[in-house]
């Protein structure tokens, strides 16, 4: 049979897998830091009209720029987190995660270089490879936080095109602080001309105000976000930047013609009109998240603090490790992430009941394994 390295497929893809969490049926499922919310009805009422409208013109081809959605963006970037944006400061895209791929065809691909700091989002790594970027893993510390005299230590000697900061981080939901994004911003600029990529998809669920205040005067620093986790809309596909304008011009060097569907961009616009109510689950998703985080430290389990939708904890170092406590809770009907992490997994919040179903589950395989 033909397997994928029987064909003339670039030798930096070899050996490897793609992206993916498993998609189990179980009671619980707490593994991909999905809003565990429906979407309200008055929005579901919305969005049906709004597609209507666009459908009606689906024989021509979407805005290309999407100017009004991201000028809708703006208004909620600039009531939101704290720095006036316009349009010319955001672009769009089907997830977060094309926003990312776009950002390293622009500016990175052979050649170039990105660095990230792991344990962090796998995808950046992974679209930096798909891109021809070669990959950098930088140091963090023992609780997961930036080393940034080491961080700074590397970018100067490796000299990145890319700096990826995650904040907060996944999976361990740890918040960088501004300090420590202007200490990598300063070192990755004295090393080269570099783009700093600030990944806030949890941004809206972090104690802590957003970065983007820093894109002031710093060219060379973007912020992404998504409408998937604080939005609750993961099945749209809908993820955003704000930078200097010339970045957004770069990007559309790289971008498809037409790239974000009508539909879409009627989906998102719908669901901006309602932004007070969903970030209202926001904040119940918060008080779940220190829920979960007081009730797990207070079983004996180690535990990240969390600026996210999601909790990291362990320190499962027994039998079969972590891996071994993720399957015990599946058996129970608990779905939660292992990452990787040694000795860590990673549950979603979810809603009160599904919380109480995890946390009972973890007190019963913790007593099961005398932990």
């Known amino acids: 049979m033909t397997g994928i390295d029987d064909l ?49 013109e689906l024989n021509r081809y979407p805005d290309r720029d999407a100017v009004e959605l991201r000028g809708e963006l703006a208004r909620y970037l600039t009531r939101t987190a704290g720095h006036e944006v316009t349009a010319e400061n955001v672009w769009a895209a089907n997830g977060s995660n094309e926003v990312l791929q776009q950002l390293l065809q622009a500016f990175g691909g052979p050649g170039r270089t990105a660095i990230g700091f792991e344990p962090s989002y796998s995808m950046h790594a992974l679209i930096a490879r798909g891109t021809g970027t070669g990959w950098i893993s930088g140091p963090r510390n023992d609780d997961f936080t930036i080393d940034v005299e080491a961080a700074k230590a590397v970018i100067a000697e490796r000299r990145p095109h890319v700096v990826f900061v995650c904040s907060p981080n996944n999976p361990t939901g740890t918040a960088v602080d501004a300090e420590t994004v202007l200490a990598l911003y300063d070192a990755a600029q004295a090393a080269r001309p570099a783009m700093v990529i600030v990944d806030e998809a949890y941004g809206e669920f972090s104690h802590r105000p957003s970065l983007l205040p820093l894109i002031d005067g710093r060219p060379g620093l973007v912020v992404s976000r998504t409408m998937s986790k604080a939005f609750g809309a993961a099945g749209l596909r809908l993820g955003y930047l704000a930078a200097h304008p010339a970045v957004v011009d770069a990007v559309q060097l790289v971008r498809l013609p037409y790239h974000l569907s009508a539909v879409t961009q009627a989906t998102a616009l719908a669901a901006l009109e309602h932004t007070d109510t969903l970030l209202g689950y926001v904040r119940q998703l918060k008080d779940e998240r220190d829920r979960l985080v007081a009730e797990l430290r207070a079983m004996g389990c180690e535990v990240t603090d969390s600026d996210a939708n999601f909790v990291q904890f362990g320190n499962f170092d027994g039998p079969g490790g972590a891996h071994a406590v993720w399957q015990a809770l599946l058996e129970r009907g608990v779905l939660v992430r292992d990452n990787g992490v040694p000795g860590r997994l990673r549950v979603t919040a979810g809603t009160p009941a599904e919380n109480d179903a995890f946390l009972d589950a973890v007190r019963a395989v913790l007593k099961e394994n005398n932990r």
Not at 29 to 46: C, S
Request: proline share 14%; no cysteine.
């Open 8 to 56: 003339p497929i670039r030798d930096e893809l070899r050996g490897k897998s793609p992206y993916g969490a498993p998609q189990l049926d179980v009671p619980v499922r707490l593994n991909t830091n999905e809003n565990p919310h429906p979407l309200p009805e008055a929005l579901v009422a919305r969005i049906a009209e709004r597609v209507a409208e666009a459908a009606r």
